[in-house]
């Protein structure tokens, strides 16, 4: 029995090609909504619906993104549409990944730093889910398909290729161009047909969105989550590709000249505001600062005790003598660890995609350690830990430190957690410091509270964690109490070495611990807590400040952000913050309660009055308003005023970044 090959079945009475190529169009188109809706249910955003209209977003983005799999030959259109498959697949699966640990989807920037993820790897383990497999449960149909058409090509190329010579010749031989160029425009105009239905569907209801509910979310977008409610995933992904090519493209053009008046004036206003000296200025000229950036390391906790033991017992005693800060807020966005450095040691807002690390690492930056060595201080860096990671060997050169101690220069005697158990690392670091010329500067950056938090921990260093024990919210509370550990650790040695009576000691935590544990949280803190509890939870970190008297202690419940850091030691160390660009506030500058601002990278913001948590559409009408005394939503209209400067800060900030600005700022108009 003679087996035809494909172009011969092609010729055979009543047989439809081109149904047959629909339907597997349509099934791919199918398949990927379903994974679509998948990905958005694993989501669980909170206000944001995958409706009709969502729906159909989607679905007009798959067919504007595969339009041009009409114009292949036929025989080559199932292999494009598995290949769509396979790529379409791997990106949602990424994205969901992502989102799990950042709370954002992936973009071109962080594709860009994708080398990192390697690193990532016991924390991505923990971020897999077994219901995750049904986003792959086609490949097996896809590969096997591909097998057997590939080994079906193989067998009947030889019958393929005569058939394909009588099917374009006529009875005499002659070639009949006329059937193939009909073919060739059938396949085009289809192709063209659904571009221009898929592009309707999905670009019509996206605009309409940005003119009425989402207005200004496509100009002013200060979260990706926002952005996907308007687009879905695919436009929102095609929508980020855009931006980074124009970002690229334009990074070397000139800000139109109102627009550079208008960050000028903001700039002048702000460091006018900064560059009265006060009474303590300069009470500590000449005094070391060693700065520890403790790795998701959040405020809840602090003082907290579990069956009996306190969880940071040594923060708890350092508090005695110190400035603590108990309404912090971390101000990062998808560059996480490497964006609470920007936001420390810059005064600079976060972008909204990617880390500015790596992308904007040959920028002139005002930076702690760059305006610290103007006078007179050394400045090192230290992490226990690969110095390619988030770009820092670059950007560490960039910023002015003398040098960057990586895990090349440590013994890694407490194999813990990622690298260097923090213990250790604090230990060995300090003794770099003793043999560092003072005044300096150290800034260092904590590891072993990493996720996924799963420390081989000795019993002498465990904490009895109760009914925790066993879970992910358990393991945290154990790594955080490690670290408490080694930050006394390291305070002791300060003393030691003699460094203690004439250091600043600064202590925060770089970000959230990237966990829903709502409940969890709750039971600790012993009451039933809002969602507008959780996202304060989710915001804060500890600061502390030890001065090298011990004076000004207490504790601090003004607000305050990451980007005050930078504006708030210079004024100590005698070196007036006025003079650079910075975006932050002097924390110990009481004048300035009544108008201070705390912007985070979503949206929100705190005047120490209330709370802005902005809508997923982006929206401020939709957003809401909380009084901070009694939790509860007030009206919104209240923060109408915070909202514009909000908004205003961010996008100055982002073109500063963007266009490299602090050059500029520092000469005259």
Known sequence: MRLFPIRHIHNQPGFKPGFLYMCAYLLFTLLMLLKLRLLHDNLRLPYIDMNRTDTLIAAGSLLALSFWVFWLPPRGRLFALAALDLLLTALIFADLVYFRYFGDFLTVPVLLQAGQVESLGGSIAELLRWNDLWLFADWPLLIGASLWAWSRRRRSRQGAYLSSALSETGSAGTPNRSRRSVRLLRRFAAGLLVLVIGFSAAFFPIRHASQTWAKNLLENNWWNMSLYNVTGLLAFHTLD?????????????????????????????????????????????????????????????????????????????????????????????????????????????????????????????????????????????????????????RMYREMGYDRFYTEKEYEIDEPLGWSLGDRSFFDQSVGFMADTPQPFYSFLIGLSSHHPYNL????TDKLDVGDYAGTTFGDYLQSVHYVDSALGGMVERLKREGLWDNTVLVFYGDHDYSLDEREAAGKLMGRELSEFDYEQIMGQVPLLIHLPDGGLAGTYDQPGGQLDLMPTLLPLLGIDAGDYALMGNDLLDRSTD????VVLRSGAFTDGRLYYSPSADGTFENGTAYDLKTGQPTDVEQARTGYEEASKRLGISDDVIAHDLIPALKTSP
């Open 456 to 459: 081989a921990l000795q019993d």
């Open 594 to 597: 009544d108008h201070r601002l």
């Open 241 to 393: 590709a855009y931006r980074y090519a124009q970002t690229a493209i334009g990074r070397g053009l000139d800000l139109p000249q109102p627009r550079m008046d208008e960050i000028r004036d903001w700039f002048a206003a702000s460091q006018h505001a900064r560059s009265d000296s006060g009474e303590l200025f300069g009470r500590y000229t000449g005094s070391n600062v060693v700065t520890v950036q403790g790795e998701a390391f959040m405020n809840f906790f602090v003082g907290k005790q579990i069956n009996g033991q306190p969880i940071t017992p040594n923060l708890d005693a350092l508090r005695g003598d110190s400035l603590y800060f108990d309404n912090f807020y971390h101000q990062t966005g998808q560059g996480r660890t490497s964006d609470a450095d920007l936001a420390a040691n810059f005064s600079l807002h976060p972008l909204p995609s990617g880390s500015v690390f790596i992308r904007y690492a040959d920028n002139a930056f005002d930076t702690m350690p760059s305006v610290l060595k103007e006078h007179g201080y050394a400045a090192n860096v230290y992490h226990a830990y690969d110095g390619s990671f988030w770009n820092r060997s």
